[in-house]
């Protein structure tokens, strides 16, 4: 047997024991359905404010509900039980992560009314920096540079937990061992068990969000976190330009 094969047929009994071990995750097949009856409930959810005259008024009703939405699925899991994640563990927030407008929106709309004058002007600093970094290298090297998100605390929590992008609700794992051990590059690790059911319900509802918006002939892009809030924080009526179609996010990076 050639050296390939012999590496396709280790790759394949080791995942197969990852699966056996976290049990229960959707196959390819039904992943596929989990996300597109997710985004088919956001789109019908966002569908229903993105009709409505006083959008501008309620698109951060619109961020809640999407939200609450995926949140609703992700506690559908079967692995709800076994997640590891707790506050304080942050490996995750060292990647490249994207938001759509609404979630930018409620995120800024969080840091303005719960965070000081002084720590708002330290979070903003360390936006800057990091999209700046994200400007000059490809998603694939931020990543594999393990930048800290600008919205992580000293501690390791999350600053708009309440509110914090559905990617990040929906990437949960039941190793924290794991985590750690790709986060510290550790050689030979086996990759993170991630719980598959909530990562497709969060892209489902994101990639809903998405859709409703561009049917309704606005901005449904996702750009990347830092360059959005930023975007979102200098701009004077970001909501109005927004929903005027006024090209908000305008050189952002995606
Ligand atoms: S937004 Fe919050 S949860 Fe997401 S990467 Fe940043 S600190 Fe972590």
Not at 35 to 58: E, I, K, P
Not at 60 to 79: C, K, N, Q, T, Y
Request: glycine letters at 6%; hydrophobic letters at 35%; charged letters at 30%.
């Amino acid at each position: 047997m050639s050296q390939k094969r012999k590496r396709k047929k280790r790759e394949q009994a080791r995942r197969s024991r990852a699966r056996q071990r976290h049990g229960n995750t959707p196959d390819r097949l039904s992943e596929r359905g989990l996300l597109a009856t997710w985004a088919d409930r956001a789109r019908q959810a966002a569908s229903g404010y993105l009709r409505r005259d006083d959008l501008a008024d309620n698109v951060l009703a619109l961020a809640d509900e999407i939200r609450a939405l995926a949140l609703r699925g992700m506690e559908r899991s079967p692995l709800s039980g076994r997640h590891e994640c707790r506050p304080g563990c942050d490996p995750c927030c060292h990647t490249a992560v994207t938001v759509a407008a609404p979630e930018a929106f409620a995120i800024v709309r969080h840091l303005q009314t719960h965070i000081p004058a002084d720590a708002l002007r330290e979070v903003r600093d360390k936006m800057d920096r990091n999209a700046a970094l994200a400007s000059s290298m490809t998603r694939e090297a931020y990543i594999a540079e393990l930048i800290p998100c600008a919205l992580r605390t000293e501690d390791g929590n999350c600053r708009v937990h309440a509110v914090r992008p559905i990617a990040c609700a929906g990437f949960l794992s039941t190793s924290r061992a794991k985590c750690l051990d790709e986060f510290n590059r550790v050689p030979g690790r086996d990759p993170v068990p991630t719980d598959r059911y909530a990562m497709m319900v969060g892209l489902g509802v994101s990639h809903g969000l998405s859709d409703a918006c561009k049917q309704a002939g606005l901005d449904g892009t996702f750009y990347e976190l830092h360059h959005a809030l930023r975007r979102v924080m200098d701009t004077r009526d970001p909501i109005d330009t927004w929903s005027r179609n006024e090209g908000l996010f305008d050189d952002c990076l995606q």
